[in-house]
Antibody, heavy 119, light 111 residues
Framework: EVQLVETGGGLIQPGGSLRLSCAAS????????MSWVRQAPGKGLEWVSV???????FYADSVMGRFTISRDKSKNTLYLQMNSLRADDTGVYYC?????????????WGQGTPVTVSS | QPGLTQPRSASGTPGQRVTISCSGS????????VYWYQQLPGTAPKLLIY???QRPSGVPDRFSGSKSGTSASLAISGLRSEDEADYYC????????????FGGGTKVTVL
């Protein structure tokens, strides 16, 4: 059974850093496209980043240069390193298996981890 | 302002057919696949349609997707109370965001 479990969210001051983790089971992260999607309170979905099975990475303009997506083969885990956090980064962060608009889509989602950027 | 435009809301009575539109441009819908996601209240999104009109295993055939030119549609036939949710279209954009762009979402209400 495929499962994705995000951890690492919390309350952080503006300018701070957080690292989100997404532990996967039931499939191999390194052989899959993996994405991060976020949702601000009461707002719609926003694609954040994707890492392809070959290792290529892409980012939304809003997080380019501040966020880094990566993966650990030995832990079968996806990460999102978030630096220079701003208030508008606040929201629930979901990891997904697959690309939201590529191939067969994001077919599995985690439960999400909340991030609040506030002083 | 998202590059994919959806109506903010749609509604119908049980058993009716409801259609949600997603309007884009030649750099996204016009040259790439469209995907649809359903988000029930308080839950993570779920993939409903991929590659314009393909349903993942387990998605009822009441849900169907189509695309024409720079627009796409999601149709829900035989509307049920459990279909009350937010629905998002998504597509790749060759100019703007690249691998991921969502529409603003449509809230479907079952009257």
């Amino acid at each position: 059974e495929v499962q994705l479990v995000e951890t690492g969210g919390g309350l952080i001051q503006p300018g701070g850093s957080l690292r989100l983790s997404c532990a996967a089971s039931g499939f191999i992260v390194n052989r899959s496209y993996m994405s991060w999607v976020r949702q601000a309170p009461g707002k719609g979905l926003e694609w954040v980043s994707v890492i392809y099975s070959g290792g290529s990475t892409f980012y939304a303009d809003s997080v380019m240069g501040r966020f880094t997506i990566s993966r650990d083969k030995s832990k079968n885990t996806l990460y999102l390193q978030m630096n220079s956090l701003r208030a508008d980064d606040t929201g629930v962060y979901y990891c997904t298996r697959g690309s939201v608009a590529g191939d067969e889509g994001a077919d599995y989602w985690g439960q999400g981890t909340p991030v609040t950027v506030s002083s | 302002q998202p590059g994919l435009t959806q109506p903010r809301s749609a509604s119908g009575t049980p058993g009716q057919r409801v259609t949600i539109s997603c309007s884009g441009s030649s750099s996204n819908i016009g040259s790439n696949y469209v995907y649809w996601y359903q988000q029930l209240p308080g839950t993570a999104p779920k993939l409903l349609i991929y590659k314009n009109n393909q349903r993942p295993s387990g998605v009822p055939d009441r849900f169907s997707g189509s695309k024409s030119g720079t627009s796409a549609s999601l149709a829900i036939s035989g509307l049920r109370s459990e279909d009350e949710a937010d629905y998002y279209c998504a597509s790749w954009d060759d100019i703007m965001s690249g691998p991921g762009m969502f529409g603003g979402g449509t809230k479907v209400t079952v009257l």
